[in-house]
């Protein structure tokens, strides 16, 4: 009888602290769920998806990482259209976006890179899919922007100020953030 006892305390004991890892996978998993209202593979607390045209979307993974991302159709998901690359700016013209950032070593940006002001700069077409640059230089970005008939600005919409409600400027064809204009516009104001 006496052997019972000691038996019956370890059961319990195993007991308790199977109870216990269950209570705390759950915690685990409900505060995991927590940081994820949208539910996407890249969605997480202070993170956000910014879509723009042709299924694309500039994504804050963390604050190492913002990217361009051609989004999955199901939704869950998408793939870098630059690998190791920042961005810190960007405009738009259908079927164009043009970005500015820094190239990272890696998939995410360190303290040091992010305080660089070595920009690199891509034109890319949704359309196709082409991918122009990287460019050393604003000026030869510009110049590739003219054999698009587009007319890249000097000034860049950040991401961060979308997501922060910074309403941005529309184009007069009332689309998706319109920063860069047909090239058009520039013969009309010269004249």
């Known amino acids: ?37 949208y539910w996407l593979v890249f969605a ?10 042709g299924g694309y979307a500039i994504v ?3 604050s190492y990482c913002i990217n361009l991302v051609r989004l999955l159709d199901d939704g869950a998901g998408g793939t870098y259209v630059i690998q190791n690359f920042f961005v810190q700016g960007f405009q738009t013209s259908e079927p ?11 998939e995410f940006a360190t303290d040091e890179e992010l305080k660089s002001t ?9 359309a196709d899919g ?5 460019y050393a230089s604003f000026d030869e970005l510009a110049h590739s922007c003219a054999d698009h008939a587009l007319l890249v600005q000097d000034t860049w919409l950040s ?7 910074i309403e941005p400027k529309r184009g007069e064809h009332g689309n998706t953030y319109y920063y860069c204009k047909p090239e058009t516009a520039v013969a009309e104001t010269a004249a």
């Open 96 to 106: 164009y976006i043009l970005l500015k950032g820094i190239r990272c070593e890696e």
């Open 1 to 37: 009888m006496s052997a019972s006892r000691p038996v019956r305390i370890l059961a319990n004991r195993w007991a308790l602290i199977k109870l216990l890892s269950v209570v705390l996978l759950i915690c685990i998993c409900i505060s995991l769920a927590g940081c994820s209202p």
């Open 60 to 62: 804050k993974v963390n």
């Open 130 to 134: 082409m991918l122009a640059g990287p």
């Open 159 to 165: 991401p961060q100020s979308l997501i922060n409600g």
């Open 44 to 53: 997480g607390r202070g993170d956000w998806t910014l879509e723009l045209f």
């Open 118 to 126: 070595d920009y690199r700069f891509y034109l890319f077409n949704t």
